[in-house]
């Protein structure tokens, strides 16, 4: 069975040419080329993910990516298409939900090599692995959540993974380069700073004070350490 995606934008060359060219490597696109109608189309159930882009006749995508957050799309990956150089709303963007972002232009192959990254992470067979639990914060690998004192915390599929990723290393220093190897399974960018945004968007969820982090700290000039032992408890 194809899986299903939702182009969302206004460029109609653009979308006739990635339907073609994703439709022959087994995908089933679908276009919309305002917000209105994209959102409409989003309702709809079955969609393995939403590609995004910012600049919408109709409406701001950044307001769309919150929407898109919430409801009965709130479990579908969205893949941000944004400006070249604009930092800014690829910030902003991952804060409001997205899991990823591409700049224009881009080459239809980093597309399509960021869609299998992103549908492989929900995919992943766990194998009956047993949920993490450290202090009060539990990672159940098997159901995708995240609970902290048995309170689910709402985050996206990308930050899950890489909570878990830092989560299965707990004590280890992971600079943002073996986290993006971890999570995404390729080279980090040049200047690649998203990691910080998602770390950032964890420790809003999952901290009792995001300024105060206890769970995941911070190694000025090494990167990021889940912390091993949380709430004052010992965790294996």
């Not at 305002?34 to 995508?61: E, F, H, K, N, V």
């Not at 004590?171 to 910080?196: M, T």
């Amino acid at each position: 069975m194809q899986e299903r995606l939702l182009l969302i934008d206004d460029d109609v060359r653009l979308g006739a040419m990635l339907a073609q060219y994703l439709g022959d490597a087994g995908y089933a696109v679908t276009c919309a080329h305002t917000g209105q109608a994209g959102m409409a189309q989003a309702r709809q159930s079955g969609w393995a993910l939403i590609i995004l882009d910012l600049m919408l006749p109709d409406a701001d995508g950044l307001d769309l990516c919150r929407q898109l957050r919430n409801g009965s799309t709130a479990d579908i990956p969205i893949l941000m298409l944004t400006a070249r150089g604009d930092a800014t709303d690829r910030i902003i963007g991952l804060e409001m939900g997205a899991d990823d972002y591409l700049p224009k232009p881009f080459e239809p192959r980093e597309l399509r090599a960021r869609i299998k990254a992103i549908l492989r992470r929900g995919l992943r067979d766990p194998q009956r692995l047993p949920p993490l639990r450290f202090g009060r914060l539990e990672i159940d690998r098997e159901a995708r959540e995240a609970r902290v004192d048995g309170v689910v915390r709402d985050m996206t599929g990308y930050q899950f993974d890489l909570l878990v990723a830092m989560a299965e290393h707990a004590g280890r220093v992971l600079s943002r380069e073996q986290l993006l190897d971890l999570v995404k399974g390729e080279s980090l960018e040049a200047f690649d700073r998203s990691i910080d945004v998602h770390i950032s968007r964890l420790r809003a969820t999952i901290e009792d004070d995001p300024k105060k982090p206890r769970r995941i700290l911070t190694l000025r000039g090494a990167g990021y350490v889940f912390a091993r032992h949380q709430d004052g408890e010992d965790m294996a």
